[in-house]
């Protein structure tokens, strides 16, 4: 398994594709591939988080949706404040995602990390759905 921008901005339209017709699968592809190959993950995800492709950048903040007790929140929170000042709609709402998705797994951490971090009414909103 090799990931490359190209083939990872690509996969990106893909992936928005398949968000508008709900279906977040796309997303756990590339979760799935990481987590097989782990020693991947900063390197792929580094260069994403900081592309100027929004795809790209989303699919950083979202390849953990389904790691559970395995998310590393230091990334995770790391990204979502990289990210936090974006106006594009598809980043606030990935970040809201990502953090209504943790917190099934830790709902006082992303309590706290809210709390303590300005995020969009959008992402806020989206990230304590169903916790507050």
Not at 54 to 76: E, G, P, S
Not at 83 to 92: A, N, V
């Amino acid at each position: 398994m090799v990931f490359d921008d190209c083939n990872c901005a690509c996969f990106g339209s893909k992936v928005q594709g398949a968000r508008q017709s709900g279906d977040g699968s796309a997303y756990g592809l590339v979760g799935s591939q990481l987590s097989k190959y782990p020693e991947l993950t900063a390197e792929y995800t580094e260069r994403w988080i900081d592309s100027d492709q929004m795809w790209l950048r989303r699919t950083a903040l979202l390849f953990q949706l389904r790691y559970k007790h395995d998310t590393d929140t230091d990334r995770l929170f790391d990204y979502i404040r990289r990210t936090k000042d974006e106006s594009e709609f598809f980043i606030r709402k990935a970040i809201g995602w990502a953090l209504r998705e943790y917190a099934k797994t830790d709902a006082a951490c992303v309590h706290r990390f809210v709390e303590e971090t300005p995020l969009s009414p959008l992402s806020k909103k989206e990230a304590l759905k169903h916790i507050v």
